[in-house]
């Protein structure tokens, strides 16, 4: 399936979005309100070029900057927003995207917090019944996951047209059943920041050593199975009833730790982590991130 897509915000997300999408074969455009778009559009086909390197054959769709959302999403079959996490523009850039778009484009937002529900409580079923959530993980470009969210009102002839485009990108969809603030990676992630926040600043462990903990068990467990096929395989012969039954006692009886998130019990973790990776998060740390999560991917078939 080759649909012209919108990438609408140029920021993170959105350029990574772009790439993603010209590299697996769609036709882009971009529009941002940046001064700077034709420079980020160009570093964009660059970045493009260095992934088809690797693919030989494989021919990435052309990618534009447009002069205005409108002419962005005029000929669009797919349209992926990735402005601001703002509840009340939001819903308005989304009333223009609806004017502007297709009648039959599928409206997406990459947010990670407003749920397509309020994007469209104002605007008509019509347009609500286009209106989805695709929230990824970030880099889009490189990680599998994207969270499609429909609203009660999002029609699921948009829901399949969602996965389709996704999975034409080699993205992993999954469908959340009902809306829920945070999703499900994020609540996951919320979950397990918390309990990493409170084992620092109750003096448990520093956060240097938190992160060994977590690239030297956790995260390379999960790097190959998921948090339920984790506990079936460690519940032996009786899968995950063995595990909840030899184990979910012991668990249960795990007292919380106090946590604080405000700035005053946080300096002792930003001061730890600052002083382990950085004031300032580098582009070589990004980088070797992302080549360790390409042979990741790459191991698990998921990757070139």
Not at 73 to 90: C, I, L, M, R
Not at 123 to 130: F, N, S, T
Request: charged residues 20%.
């Amino acid at each position: 399936m080759t649909s012209t897509a919108a990438v609408i915000g140029a920021g993170t997300i959105g350029r990574s979005f772009a790439r993603l999408f010209a590299a697996s074969g769609h036709p882009v455009r971009v529009w941002d309100p940046r001064d700077d778009l034709a420079e980020v559009v160009a570093g964009i086909r660059e970045d493009v070029a260095a992934d088809l390197a690797d693919r030989p054959g494989q021919t990435g769709g052309e990618i534009e900057s447009a002069a205005t959302l409108e002419e962005a999403v005029a000929s669009a079959g797919f349209v992926q927003e990735s402005g601001p996490e703002d509840p009340v523009e939001k819903p308005r850039l989304f009333a223009r995207l609806a004017e502007a778009a297709p009648a039959q484009a599928v409206l997406a937002t990459s947010s990670s917090t407003i749920p397509a529900s309020l994007i469209a409580a104002d605007l008509p079923d019509a347009v609500a019944a286009r209106i989805i959530v695709g929230h990824p993980f970030n880099p889009p470009h490189l990680m599998p996951l994207v969270e499609v969210v429909p609203s009660p009102r999002t029609s699921e002839d948009t829901v399949a047209a969602a996965v389709a485009f996704y999975r034409s990108c080699g993205r992993e969809p999954v469908v959340l059943r009902r809306e829920v603030r945070g999703f499900v990676g994020n609540r996951l992630q919320n979950a397990l920041m918390k309990e990493a926040v409170a084992l620092v600043e109750n003096g448990v462990v520093t956060a240097a050593e938190l992160d060994a903990v977590m690239r030297n068990s956790l995260g390379l467990r999960w790097a190959a199975v998921g948090q339920f096929a984790g506990m079936h395989l460690g519940g032996g012969e009786e899968g995950i009833r063995g595990f909840m039954h030899h184990i979910g006692p012991s668990f249960a009886a795990i007292d919380p730790l106090p946590l604080d998130l405000g700035d005053a019990a946080m300096e002792q973790v930003y001061a730890q982590v600052e002083d382990a990776y950085g004031t300032t998060p580098s582009a070589a740390a990004a980088a070797e991130r992302d080549r360790i999560q390409r042979a990741v991917l790459q191991a698990r078939g998921q990757a070139d």
